[in-house]
């Protein structure tokens, strides 16, 4: 019998099972799908990373290795694998304005390919060519195809032996100013060091790079007696591809505990409210089981089985939203597709999920239980009573003056909000809650787009960025300069304490380049010290007038830098002017010139390396933040879900409550529509608060989210006006349309019925 009651009651209840099973669904899939996504990008990069032998360390020298550096290297205890590395940007002949990075490693252990198609890896070739899978297909490259790498102006001609990946080049841009692959006019290449030697006529290796479990100041200690002279040395934490992977793991680690979080809690609040006011709903027919001698046990058995039934199907649908939610980002053609080149883009479900599910379906059962556990107290005669309201003192305020002279519908309301504070305060949880996903969403749109604005429509106020080649003479340099009309850029690899970063000399006499400040605008760029970017001065805690060492590798000189400002940019660098350089007496050479002429106006010669268009790296962010909007899109359509739910189920419980006292009303002569303003009034006033105090909420963990999802691009905080008024809006328009929904049911009071129990 109760079994079948069990039917009955879904059936009767059924809106309150279909929007709690919709929360429960919301909470569960946003934690399970958010969760599932920074595991499988840890899980997904660190396959590839082991197939293909990514290094833990790289050793960097301009004047480069030797076979004899390398077989000191391999000598040191604890080296498992090592081997010379190149890395370099070269043009491809057969498509103009495309680069690639050509990579030559001796050793294929180390900083190898994953094979896709074609032949493996033959150091010995004499024409072998492996070439990225993406950029080969974006680009109508087979294996068989003839293929020319030009480099320094000399030719690299081979044939494409295989089509590969590589963990080396899992994020593969040309350099750090490009935060987005585009494989249409970017990729990677592998040549062996045979075809090297060949076309260049020396075997120049200016890394060597090392498969070691040692710690970084053993391993350093170590490398500097075998080199006999200080190296430079990355881990691969200052690599891009590991440092980006690792970046995005952090990243979804934080989201996977804050906005998941965030919708457990209301869930499971909704659901404390829904089970009691079904409680209080059946409470004459509990009685009456209770009277036809039905043991409690069975009656709590029955009700449990409603919450439990809730938690199953609920976490049923999350479980399968949860992979749908991580399918869209980790896929080929999601987020990370853009971002990420992976030969496997497995999902994996962590195992705290299954835990966190299984205790939140426990957790469900035990609220049903617990409900109507308290209808079950005293004899079958008190069961059957219908629920009422408990007794309520009168307000503090009720003793005031102006209490008396508000309208009749605001007391009336204001004694409800009192009286009934638990139900009033996860009322504001639910609109605050969907407050704070809206304005977080909304917000995180807004930042993005003024991220591109001040990092490529302010700070690269330049069309086309030329690399100069490492041969080049000084007097081509300066030809280039005044060629193109152009400001210039130096790089120095330095250590600042046991860190390697790059001290980058610029002129910017033609304004071609600015440096955004750490709160608005940009920085006056001048002579009277460095500028360092802010997650350097976070971590070392440095700000303007206090001064630093950093120290070149390869030599055994160190200076001492003062801090003139802290600057935004999108990666960990120190910033001089040429004349502050100059005065410290540093030597550099003048690497990247930045002009208005257009990349294929800049014709290619022995003093060019490449050319990088600022329209490319433009273009390839954009892909990014479509699928950005993606997900905005999704947050804002659950925190809708959200608050209807969690406001349709709060309204039909203060309905429940107050059912005798409109009864009441519409007794003494109020019609269904001044009794509907009543309900209508009550939420509004909830919703104002919670707008309230969700706008800056909503703001705060924005700006939470910022630091931990986007530290890496330094991104300022920017929400527009529009942005907020939008979610005011939503919110005002969810809160409206469920009280409208909660104010048509008082034409269906019973007024003798539900006054008939009245005491």
């Known amino acids: 019998m109760l079994f079948r009651k069990l039917w009955r009651t879904m059936g009767l209840y059924k809106s309150q099972f279909i929007s709690m099973v919709i929360m429960i669904a919301l909470g569960i899939g946003v934690f399970v799908g958010f969760n599932m996504e920074w595991v499988s990008i840890r899980e997904n990069t660190g396959y590839l990373m082991r197939e293909t032998g990514y290094a833990d360390y790289r050793i960097v020298s301009e004047s480069g290795f030797g076979e004899d550096d390398l077989k000191k290297i391999t000598d040191i205890d604890g080296v498992r694998e090592a081997s010379r590395f190149l890395s370099v940007n070269v043009d491809v002949s057969e498509r ?3 680069t690639v990075t050509l990579a030559v490693t001796e050793n294929e252990k180390v900083s190898g390919m ?9 150091p010995d070739s004499e024409d072998g060519v492996w070439l990225s899978d993406r950029y080969a297909a974006e680009n109508d490259f087979s294996v068989g195809d003839a293929i020319t790498l030009v480099y320094k102006g000399l030719k690299i001609e081979g044939t494409v032996r295989g089509l590969v990946k590589s963990g080396e080049y899992m994020i593969c841009v040309p350099d750090s100013t490009q935060l987005m692959p585009d494989f249409s006019v970017h ?6 060091p045979v075809l090297y030697k060949h076309a260049m006529g020396i075997a120049y290796y200016p890394q060597i790079h090392v498969i070691s479990d040692m710690e970084r100041d053993a391993f350093t200690e170590a490398v500097d007696r075998a080199l006999g002279t200080t190296a430079a040395i990355l881990t691969k934490d200052e690599s891009t591809a590991y440092a980006g992977a690792s970046s995005e793991t952090e990243e979804g680690q934080t989201m996977g505990s804050v906005l998941p979080v965030l919708f457990l809690l209301i869930a499971v609040l909704t659901m404390v409210t829904t089970m009691h006011r079904i409680a209080a709903k059946e409470k004459t027919q509990i009685g009456t089981l209770k009277a036809l001698g039905i043991p409690d046990r069975r009656i709590l058995m029955h009700y449990t089985s409603y919450a439990l039934m809730i938690g199953i199907v609920g976490s049923i649908i999350g479980i399968g939203l949860g992979y749908g939610i991580a399918w869209m980002v980790m896929n080929p053609n999601g987020m990370m597709g853009t971002y990420m080149d992976l030969p496997q883009w497995k999902l994996m479900l962590p195992w705290f999920c299954a835990v966190i599910t299984v205790g939140i379906i426990a957790l469900l059962t035990l609220i049903g239980f617990l409900s109507v556990k308290k209808m079950l107290h005293g004899t079958a005669a008190d069961a059957l009573r219908p629920y009422t309201p408990k007794k309520m003192k009168p307000l503090l305020a009720e003793r005031t003056r102006w209490f008396h002279r508000l309208s009749f519908g605001t007391r009336w309301n204001l004694r409800d909000v009192m009286r009934h504070k638990s139900r009033t305060a996860m009322s504001l949880i639910g609109i605050v809650g969907g407050m704070i996903l809206m304005v977080g969403s909304l917000g995180m749109g807004d930042t993005m787009d003024a991220f591109l604005d001040l990092y490529y429509n302010g700070a690269t106020n330049y069309a086309s960025r030329i690399y100069i080649s490492e041969d080049a003479t000084d007097e081509q340099r300066t030809d280039l300069i005044e060629r193109y009309e152009g400001d210039w850029s130096a790089s120095v690899s330095v250590q600042l304490e046991s ?28 002579d009277d010290g460095a500028y360092i970017c802010l997650r350097i001065a976070e971590k070392y805690k440095l700000k303007a007038g206090d001064t630093f060492t950093v120290s070149p590798y390869g030599t055994d000189d160190s200076y001492t830098l003062k801090v003139a400002g802290v600057v935004r940019s999108v990666s960990e660098n120190i910033v001089i002017s040429h004349t502050y350089a100059d005065s410290l007496h540093l030597k550099y050479t003048p690497d990247s010139i930045y002009t208005d002429t257009q990349k294929g106006d800049i014709p290619l010669d022995t003093a060019v390396k490449s050319v990088q268009s600022k329209q490319n790296i433009i273009d390839s962010f954009d892909s990014f933040t479509e699928l950005m909007d993606m997900m905005i899109m999704i947050l804002i359509v659950g925190a809708l879900i959200l608050g209807v739910v969690v406001l349709y189920n709060l309204g039909i419980m203060s309905y429940t409550e107050r059912y005798r006292e409109m009864a009441t009303l519409k007794v003494v002569g109020f019609r269904d529509r001044k009794i509907g303003k009543l309900l209508i009034g009550q939420n509004l006033w909830l919703s104002v608060v919670g707008i309230l105090i969700g706008v800056p909420a909503g703001i705060g963990t924005l700006d939470y989210l910022l630091r931990a999802l986007a530290g890496e691009y330094e991104m300022r905080l920017s929400i527009s006006f529009p942005s907020c008024a939008a979610s005011v809006l939503l919110t005002l328009g969810m809160s409206l349309a469920v009280s409208f929904m909660v104010s048509r049911k008082n034409r269906k009071i019973d007024m003798v019925e539900a006054l008939k129990g009245a005491e």
């Open 96 to 98: 103009k304005g495309d």
């Open 114 to 122: 994953y094979y896709i198609s074609g032949d493996s890896y033959n």
């Open 187 to 192: 990729g990677f290449a592998y040549i062996s």
């Open 499 to 526: 860190t390697a970063y790059s001290l980058d000399v610029y002129s910017v006499e033609h304004d071609r380049v600015r440096f955004p400040a750490k709160d608005k605008g940009y920085t006056a760029f001048g």
